[in-house]
């Protein structure tokens, strides 16, 4: 079994910034694009970011020049850090990778909410 588990969501003032942090654990062999997704409420998921094992990302247009995805491939780990947070970044983040095990399978974490005061 493989498991994705977020942490860093919360509430936070406009222009204020956050960390979201996941890790994948279980039995994995390898994890290939590693990205994180958001929600809000009413709306379609939509991708936000996404980097892949070599550590190439790639941003949706609305969060360019603010957020960094990163990630740790000796931990399973990928990182969001998001600075100058606005209002609209409110959303339950995602996390999303596509493991090797016996095949490949592409796994959802179970989401963190961010909410950004006005």
């Known amino acids: 079994q493989v498991q994705l588990v977020e942490s860093g969501g919360g509430l936070v003032q406009a222009g204020g910034s956050l960390r979201l942090s996941c890790t994948a654990s279980?039995?994995?062999?390898?994890?290939?694009?590693m990205g994180w997704y958001r929600q809000a409420p009413g709306k379609q998921r939509e991708v936000v970011a996404i980097i892949t094992r070599e550590g190439v990302p790639t941003y949706t247009d609305s969060v360019k020049g603010r957020f960094t995805i990163s990630r740790d491939n000796a931990k399973n780990t990928v990182v969001l850090q998001m600075n100058s947070l606005k209002p609209e970044d409110t959303a339950v983040y995602y996390c999303?990778?596509?493991?090797?095990?016996?095949?490949?399978?592409?796994?959802w974490g179970g989401g963190t909410l961010v909410t950004v005061s006005s």
């Open positions: 279980g039995s994995i062999g390898s994890i290939t694009t």
């Open positions: 999303n990778a596509n493991i090797w095990s016996v095949r490949i399978v592409n796994y």
